[in-house]
């Protein structure tokens, strides 16, 4: 169910040759040891102390909530090479 509405966001960045597939994913979505685009552009790897529960804001992802779970994180997933 989720994974198919995943799909349908997929985007592929700059073409084929690419090494990654760039995803709109819900912040409880993101687990430990995904690649994401913060809001600044740049790739984080997320661990353990990056997903906090704030009992104010909600789930946080390096800090931000992404306007209390409205706005979706942009998720890398890294294509296997052929």
């Known amino acids: 169910m989720r994974l198919r509405q995943l799909m349908r966001l997929v985007k592929i960045l700059k073409g084929d040759d690419n090494m990654w597939v760039e995803?709109?994913?819900?912040?409880?979505?993101?687990?430990?040891?995904?690649?994401?685009?913060?809001?600044?552009?740049?790739?984080?790897?997320?661990?353990?102390?990056?997903?906090?529960?704030?009992?104010?804001?909600?789930?946080t992802l390096f800090g931000d909530c992404y306007k209390l779970g409205t706005q979706k994180a942009r998720k890398l997933i890294f294509k296997e090479a052929v």
């Open 23 to 59: 995803i709109a994913a819900d912040i409880q979505d993101i687990k430990v040891g995904d690649t994401i685009i913060d809001n600044d552009g740049k790739r984080k790897l997320v661990s353990q102390g990056n997903i906090k529960y704030n009992d104010f804001m909600g789930l």
